[in-house]
Every structure is written in structure tokens, then in C-alpha cells.
């Protein structure tokens, strides 16, 4: 069975396979519309570049005779709303497929199912035969990408909107503006965008053409623009709406930075009417996203105005004034006909119960949110520039944690989670990167039931599913190659690559507080860390093997690749010498390079003890494990994650755990 | 010095480097106009794409200060236009660099070479100091793709137009219509798209926008519908034009088919008055070209209405018939503003002047239509579909064989030539590795002077600019491991790829010849013979090692080089060997993969006998010369290109040529 992600809720295998070959065809009965058309289309058009079947193949068809027979009972809203109906059947046979939805919502999300069933087998491709009985979890699974602070072009974004619906994502939070950059196109304040966004921003041809986009592929786009901090980037061409005196220019730097809106002014509230009216007929959503998030007060508190303001209406702190924004701001926005969407922050006794609180600080806040009677996303925990494991993502559950006691009706104020792609060390050559697989498997802990828990599992699918992944154009798996051959100059790259592929940039914020200098937004990603994949999947199968060696569950074939693998380690500094004199941006890589060869060896060294059933002497065992000491700390920003592995061989070898039996 | 593909006229290497980093700017002095500017803009985005450097940095300024100053006198035509000014002098020192040119043209064709003198250096992004003057020697270097046999996403024409700028070839011949496809919308003649492409064409607006992608690379844009022949795809929905009784439908097959346009009715003229009228306002190109080739009469000679119009004009054969239809049609071609190009076979007595004979015959044809007074384009020899390796194709010139003797004068007819990328057996997803890198060969030979013609020079140079067009998104290097996971089901294709660089697809029209069943267009192109590239690049190299060693010049490092990869053939199939339970795309290359570890073998066994100086035994010698007979053959319709090479080292180990001294 080749793995879906994310697992049904419900699937029973059943005997046989269906063959796809080019005369596949679909016939759609019972409700059919010009959208569930595209969806069919767009479906076939995957299965071609996944198959090679030529374009001229694998069609829609009125036949009853149909590969695969679609039955779909009514139309989803045209403007795609949470909460509809996702749910759909598959029943695949050795005779045909059939898919039964109530929506188009729900065929879509059945087509992605039948996708991932395709493979290669030893007569064509084939489906195996399957019943499948599938709806999500949560009904808000999202995934949110800064382009404030860097640019991303937006055919990277629609491939990322191909992957979010292979994955069943509903959701594209499109994180629009921030202190780095104002991306899209106001007709009312051209300003906005003229100097605001170094000219990289989006038309409002291209938004609503992304948007008709996602709506083929049942994905709703929530723009978020982000007040009253995080907004330099629109003070530049209209400081009037700024707390401070100015003049404003983008900002090149990151953190929480001190400019913000002046709550206070009419005009700013005149002319954030005039702008949210403006974007709330270019999105068509519900929701509307005004962030709200990490106002540091220091513009407020400097200015004597504002100060007095505060007085005259009795507010005892800025987060009294915040809220008073954001009451504004509410009004603004339900005026115009929308839902409010805000970070935790903007949470207050004073917002009104139809705003939703989308959590970067943990379940509490949804847990308080809900009792409220707030409803709330999570994203503490999904922050895909942090660098962690997907294991460590996979673990976090929106109903965990204080959410847990939430009774059953608080409980369905929690809506679901998002993904989160912040945009400090990314840009179109690498953001695929940092996106996929790994949120995947966020999209799994939101569409499956919460009991789809075992990581190995996850593991194994994921990377099939990353795999496949690739036939949509995202470059996660490929995009690292030449960013590769660039840093060792226009040559071949293999031996970088042996070393990447078990390195992985720093977590968290290491990346800033291991700069000599602070990073900017003009500072180039064409690093090794920037190349380098979140999670060495190499290094886990490494490790893999390395426990099963130390557990004494090494099956045949195990030891030579051990062997193979740390040889190769050993030599690859050599391999990678030539360059060191060549490139400039290879230089910050040496030791690293050092580091993997010194593992390299003494991993066989190692294995050579355990071979020969001797303990390894305390000596070697002692310095080498202060090697190790030193070898894991970060170089160049990176960090070695084969070093744990190798350590074990060594303790191993020391007769520190069980060894392999002597020969 | 990085490689320049085409070398320039003139190139003087000079003492220095210019730094590339984000400061680097650009200023345009002189004349200016949004399409300069949109070529620098062009010029400053693949400059990003190659450094990484972000896209805020780079600019164009008016300060004096620039590191790069453009001085261009004149606008270029605002139609590109055959024959304008591309000459360009390039000086750069370590201060700044400077580019000169008299047009627009020039100013693109000296920014790409600009972009292949960018490099990575110990310190940094650099461009050697030079100084070059540069102009073609032909004025027509074109690139023809056929998208009527498959039709080929305009996203993929685009970047091919991006690599086409890069190698400065300047006309994009698109054969837009054939029997089994019409592949652009008629306002005027619906049922031509509608009946005749599968639904496989592009609209106006798509057109519209891809003329304007050319015009802003300096390309300009031919169109071909070929006629009288190749024209099944126009009947299916326009029945009345042929010669024929009909109905017809879109042909499946391939090679040179019966249907042609009935040259004997009125109507036919009609039609084509009004459908060259509505793509002559499409094509802003001076020239239009009407195919004109490999008609074969049998439909003529059927219809007794056709013979009797022969009789009654006098016409003695069905040349004159076709003499006669290319008349008329290059009054309606010339009377829309156009001149006429067409294949060989429309060189006619009767042919007006004015018109240009494209050759796929060859050098005889051309000097034929220069002694008439008829300029020429050579496409002989330069069809990328035969599977050549590219010394081939570089060692043919315009200029060559019966052209040769053509007087100054009459070799001003040879304008210049196209590679031709036939359509049989490519689709967006390997399109590109039929081209590239053998395209920028041509490239090479019609704007650089004649007496450049090293071909190990070009093989060195080809090779890197050939990783350099990847920046461009070309996947002519990165495209075929998809399709090799493909073949070997969803998992690492990593033995596949071993195999597969070491082989090519079988040559010329061989791929016909070989198949049991006549190729069709709708069959998949998911084959291995449709991922290898045509020319095994890894074979050359291995050839170059196995010809030094023969030949006594070993340089240290080269025979365990050797010994290395002959190792990994020998292991390779014992590798691959799970797959062939799992995949039945991967069944037929069994035999191939064991040939190769044959060869590794073998190889192994020479490289010992050479190694040890003893003569390898006769026995052995002849049984393994008459396996690597066998082993030449195609297998899957692909050859080893190894095989001849693994033959070499064993000759050599009888003794049968220089070999290793003994150690």
C-alpha cells in the first residue's frame, strides 16, 4: 500500500489493484459544475506528470464504463468558507473507482487521496484496491508565508498552494505586509506599495488570479496585514499614520522593532477604513487578519500626544490602548463585512466574541480564548523557520496541553492550526525547503483523528509523500543542488552534498545570535545553511542504524552500509579540499568538512573494536569523546546531527552498551 | 577565465577582477527606452539567480559611479528585425566595466556575455578583466521547435527562450501546425484549434505574450504552418482544403503521410487569404514560413479532378503542382507584408526571389538557391532529434561543402541556419535535454568566426555554460531523475541514474526501426530511452581516461578514477536488481544493467592484466571482444556508449596497443 499523508479516518484494504493506463477516463455524475470541471482537469493533469501518460490521455468522459465514476451531491459555496463539508468515500476496486462527496470541497480532497494511491507496480501503474471513508479533524488547517520580509515570487507561491491541497491544507494565511515590506498593490494609497516594498509586490491582478487559484484547489486565503506594529514598511510613503515623527525608511533588520500606528489620530483610523475596504472587496474570505502581534510601546511612550491621550480616556497601559485599537479596528473590518483574525495579543476583555485568536504563544491562549467564547488557531508549535524535527512538530496537538480540559463545547472554539512560515532566511530558491515535507505532517495532525500518532509511521510516509510532492514543480528535494554547485563554484557538487545532507541549519533564533554582525533583509541566502534542509533525513537513517547495531538488531546488509556510509565521511574532506582555495563561499565551511571526515574515522575505528570484540581503550574512548564535545557545536551556523550517532558507536565500542558478538 | 559560449570575434584577457556584490550597480548612459531597461532589469534578476544575492540589492542608477556603465547609441527596431547591428566591446577592468554598443541588440547579446564571465572566486563574486569586441558572423542563428507532433507548455518555450538569449541565437522558429497538431487559436477558423489539437494549442493573448518575451531577449519570432503537406490536423476541422474524399482525424503516427491541401480549388486560396491575414497581424515578423516539404503526392494522384487540372495546365509532374500552390501562396504571403521561407522543395525556376530556402538536405541546397538569387538557411546537420553528439553537429558550417565555392557575393545569400528540435518524441518534461546543451554548440558555430573549431575547447566550455543555464530554470541537466524515480517506482533512482549516464538513446530514426509496434504520439514518453540524455557527457570522460591510459599518458589520480567507476559498474546491477520485481517501467533495461556490469568486469579484468604487464590470455580477449559485439547492440533502445571504450582497455591488455608499464 503506498502511504497517504494524511492517514483517513477511516480505510480498509480490499484484494486487487485497478490499472491506470492511458485509457483511464472520468466520468463525473450527479452535480457538476464548471469548478469540480477545473478540479477534474487539474486532477487528470497530475496524474499525467505523475504517469508520463502523454497530455493527449486520461480524460473526462460521459461513459458509464469510467476508470473512475465521481458522484458528486452539490456545489461547494463558490467563495470557498470554514466549516464545509470536506468529507468524501473512495472505494477503489480491481473493476473501478468510485468517489462519493456531498461537495466539490469533498471530491477534491478524494482526488489528492486517489493521487497518492497511484504507483508503480510490476504490470503499470496501479491503485490498489481500497475503501475509504475520509473527513478532517479541524476545519481550519492552514499554512501562513511571510512575504514581508522577503519577497517570495508568486509561481513559488502557487506551487506551495499545489502541495498544501496534495496534503488536504485548506488554508493559505498570506502574512502581507510587515516592518521589511508592503507587497501588494493599493489602488487608494499607491504609496503603500510604491515605497514600501523595494517594487516587489503583488498586483491586484495577480492576487485575485492566486486567489481564483487556491479556490480550484479548495484552499481559502486569509490576507493578514499587520497593525498596529510591524508596519514600517507602510509609514515609509505615509508617516501621518506613524506614532513617531519620522521620515520612515523599509527596515532592514529583524526583531520587534519600535515603530507602530498612532491609535489615537482619526486619520488613522479614516484612512484604515478607506484600505481594509479597499483589500476586503480583493479578498473575498470571511476572515481578515489584522495581526496585532509584538507592539513594543517605545514610539507610544515617547510621544507626549499619545501619553496624553492615554490619560484623558483612562487607560492604565499600552495594552489598554492596543485594545482600544484593535475595538476600532474591529468595527472597521465588520463594517466591511469581515471576521477579525489576531494574534494572541489582541485578546481582551473588550474584543468582541466573533474574533478568532490565532496562538504563536501555546495552547493556554486558546484555552482562555475559548472560555471566552473566542474561537482560535493554533501555531505555537508549527513555526517552520525554527529548524525543528518534524517529530517535534507531529507531537504538537491543538487539544493538548490546556486545551485539553476545555469542555466539549469550548472545545469546538478551537478551529485548527496553521503552519507558519516566517520569512527572515528565506526567499524563492529555498522557501520549498523549509515548507516541505514538514508540514505535511502538521497537515496530518490536522486532517487525521488525534490517535494517528506513531512517528515512524510518519516518517516512512512522509518521505514517500515528499517524493511525490516533487511532480507539482516544489524544489525541496532538488532545489539545494544548486545552490550547492554556486557555492563551490559552477562544478560538480557531489562531494558538498555527501556533507549537507547530514547537516542542518541552527534552531530557533541561534541564526541571529550566532551572527558577528546582526543578519539584515539584504544579506544574500546563498550560505550552506541556506542550502541545508531543516531535518537530515539521511542522518536519521544513520542513526537508525547505528541503534540497531547497538541494540544488537542488526539485520544483513546493516554493517557494510555503516561501513560504506563512514568511509565515505572519512574521505569526503579530500574530496572537498580543491574547493577551499576556489570559492569564496565555501571558505566558512572547512572545519566543518574536517569535523565529518574526523567522525568518519572514528566511527570505523569504532566498528573495527566492536568487530574484534575488544573493548576500545579508555584513552582513544575519552579523546574521542571530547572531539565529539566540540564537533557538535555549530559551524558555519550548521550543526553536524551525526555526531549523537557517532558518539553511540564509540560508547559502544568502550563496552559502554551491547556491541555486535565477535566474529 | 570562465567559459564564454559563443566565443567572441575579438577577446583580449587583461590583469584583474571586478567584484560583484550587492553594491554593484548598473548605469545606462546614452540613448534609453523601457526595452533597455527591461533589459538590464533582465540582466539584474539572472545576475541575482547566480549569485543568490537578494533581490533588493542590484540596481540601475544614474550615478557615474556605476560598476557597470551601458552606453548604447540607437534604439533597435522596435520588431526585431533580420540583419540589425549586434556588435557589442565589453571592457572590464577591476574599477568598472564598461559595454558599448550601437543598438538594444548589442546591449543584450554583451549583458550575456557579461553573465558567463561572472564567477566564483576566493573572495568573492567576480568578472575577469578583458576586453572583448563582438559582433556574429550570421545574422539568422535560430532554434526551430516543433509543437505540432507534441505540444509543449509555453512556460517550457519561455525558458528555452531564456537559454536561446544566453547563447545569443536570435530567431525562434516555432512549427506551430503538422499532421497531428494545430497548435494556435484562429479567430478566424475556430474548428482549426477546436478539431485539430486535442485541445492542445495556445491562444492569441499566449502568443501575443511570447512574441513579447522574444522581443525582450533580442529573439525574433517565425512561424511555420507547413503546407500543402504535414496538414491532416487542419482537415479534421476543415475537410474542404484537402485532396482527399475525408472525414479525417488527427494523425496518431509518425513519418511522411498522404493527406496535402488540394492546390487545384479556389477555395483553398480563400482559406489561406484569410488565415495568413489573421496570423500575419499576430507575427510582427518580417518572414513567415509555409513548411512546404515532403509532400507525397498520393493524394493528388487520386483524385482524378487534381490530375485533370495538372493536364489542363501543362503541369508534367506533381513538383509543378506544388510550383505552382507555393506561387500562389507567396502572393497572398507577400501580399499580407510578408516574405516567404520555405523547405528545399520549394525551390522552384518559378519561386520568386524574394523568398529563403531553409535546408534539411544540406549545403547543396543552399549554394543552388544563392546561384539563383534565393537566400539560405542551413538546417542540415543540425537536427538535435537524430541523437548526435555534439562534435557532430559543431563541425558542421554553413559555409561548408557546395557552399564553399560559392562566389563573396553569392555567399551573402547564406544568412545563417536553425537547430531543429522535431517533436516525435518530446514533451515538456525532457524537451530541454534534447536541446541543451547541444543547442549553445550551434550556437557557437554561427556567431563565432569559422576558424573556431576545438572541439575539446567546446566540449570544456559547453559543459560549464551548460550548468550556467540552469540558473535560467532549464532542467536539461536536473529534469531526468523524476522520470528515473518514475521508472523505478517512487524511491531513490540512484542506480538508474549510474546506468543511465552511461548510455544514449539510439540514434537517427532508429527509435522506428527498433520498436515492435509503429510509435505512436499518444505512447508515453516514460521510458529510459526518453530520461537519457543524448549524449553521455560521463562516456566522454571515461573515454578520455581510457585513452590516456592507452596511450601511456596517465596523469596521477587518472587509473583509480577508472578503477573506481568500472567498480561501480561492476556492482551496479546487483543494486538495481530489487526494482525489477517492483516496476515494469524498469523490466526491459535487465539485460542493458547487466551488460554494464559486464563491462565493469571486464574492464577490472584488463585494467589487473595491464597492471601486472602480462598480456591478457587470447581465449579470454576474443570471448570478450565478441561480448561487448553483442553488448554495442541496442538494448531497450538504448546504446552503452561505454561499450567501445571497455573494448579499448581489453585491445590494450592483449597487448594490441601501448599499454600500462608494468609496476
Redesign the interface.
Known sequence: M?ALMPVPAHMEARTGELLID?SFSVAITGHKDARLQRAVELFLDHLR?????????LRITDSSKAALTISCENASKDIPELGEDESYKLDVSSSGAKLNASTTLGVMRGLQTFLQLV??????FVVPAVSIDDKPRFAWRGLLVDVGR??IPIEVLKRNLDGMAAVKLNVFHWHISDYQGFRIESEKFPKLQEMGS?G?FYTQDEVRDFIAYARDRGIRIVPEFDMPGHSTSWFVGYPELASGPGPYQIERTWGVLNPAMDPTKEYTYKFLDGFIGEMAKLFPDRFFHIGGDEVNGKEWDANPKIQEFKRAHGMKDNADLQAYFNKRVEQIVSKHGKTMVGWDEILHPDLPKSAVIQSWRGQESLAQAAKQGLRGLLSSGYYLDLMWPTSRHYAVDPMSDAAANLSPEEQKAVLGGEACMWGEYV?G?NIDSRIWPRAAAIAERLWSPQEVRDVNSMYQRME?IS??L??LGLTHN?GY???L???????DPSALKALVDVVEPVKEYNREDLASTPPT??????RLI?AARPESLPARHFSELVDALVAGNLKPGMEPQLRAVLEKWRENHTDLQPFF?????I?EVDSLSQNLSALGAAGLAALEYLDRGEPAPAAWVSQQLSAIDQIKKPQAQVLLVVAPSVQKLIEASAGQTAALPAK
Open positions: 503506498p492511458p506528470r505523475q504517469t508520463g501518460i502523454t497530455a493527449v490521455d504507483h508503480t507496480g510490476p504490470s503499470g522577503h519577497y523595494d516587489l526567499v530558491e514517500e517524493q511525490k516533487d511532480w532538488s543542488v544548486p545552490m554547485r554556486r557555492i563551490v563554484g559552477n562544478v533583509s539584504t544579506m544574500p541566502l546563498n541556506d582555495e576556489q570559492s569564496f563561499l571558505k
